[in-house]
């Protein structure tokens, strides 16, 4: 297959993934459907899984990490209510793909991956995309990014047992924070919204994620 035909054939695959595996499962927000219908992610995924980019399930991308299912983005993503001023910390850049959705969503994003294959990786790919509003920093992810806070939006993409203080504390005033939280084999979403400089969490979907682990420091 050439690489236009190639195209031609992820476009309607991903057209039919926002169609059949999202908006048919209760996806409303349109930006995030439409984000959804443009990014490719395939690019995201390893050579030998790029036929399986839109099914809906897990993948893995290297260093015992995974590109979430669709679903589950799309769900975490239209919990947020996302601004296109809002600015951004993503927790686990992975290999980068929720990264290039919030770039199309917001003004600036932040994305922190303690993997430093993956940060690279996840750089470079964003970067050949033409995502100039996106920053990859490998990092500790449960201490966040100090020196751009506060955040209007906080996404953590692996699994904490508790939420990280330091992440609250990097919380705008009336910002959102959706990370998972719980065991290693199974988690609940949990939406926290900041009001007068207190969380308020809100339970949501049960899911499973990789485990959030300390990082080595932060470099850009």
Do not use: W
């Amino acid at each position: 297959m050439n690489l236009s035909a190639e195209a031609a054939l992820f476009s309607i695959l991903r057209l039919r993934m926002v169609e059949a595996q999202l908006r048919e499962r209760g996806i409303k927000d349109e930006r995030v459907l439409s984000a959804m219908s443009r990014v490719p992610r395939h690019e995201f995924t390893l050579q030998g899984y790029r036929n399986q980019a839109y099914e809906d399930h897990p993948l893995p991308i290297g260093e015992g990490q995974t590109i979430s299912q669709p679903y589950i983005v799309a769900l975490m993503l239209e919990a947020l209510t996302l601004a296109s001023s809002d600015k951004v910390l993503e927790v686990g850049t992975g290999s980068g793909y929720v990264t290039a959705l919030l770039a199309e969503l917001v003004a600036q994003v932040v994305s922190l991956e303690r993997h430093a294959v993956l940060a690279d990786e996840a750089r470079e790919l964003l970067a050949r995309l033409g995502y100039a509003n996106a920053k990859v920093i490998k990092g500790d992810g449960g201490e966040g990014f100090p020196a751009a806070a506060p955040y209007d939006v906080i996404i953590v993409s692996a699994a904490a047992a508790e939420v990280p203080r330091a992440l609250l504390a990097q919380l705008a005033e009336a910002g959102r924070m959706i990370i998972p939280v719980g065991p290693a084999d199974s988690q609940q979403l949990q939406l926290i919204q900041m009001r007068n400089g207190q969380p308020q969490t809100t339970l949501r979907e049960t899911c499973r994620f990789v485990p959030l682990l300390p990082g080595v420091g932060l470099t850009s």
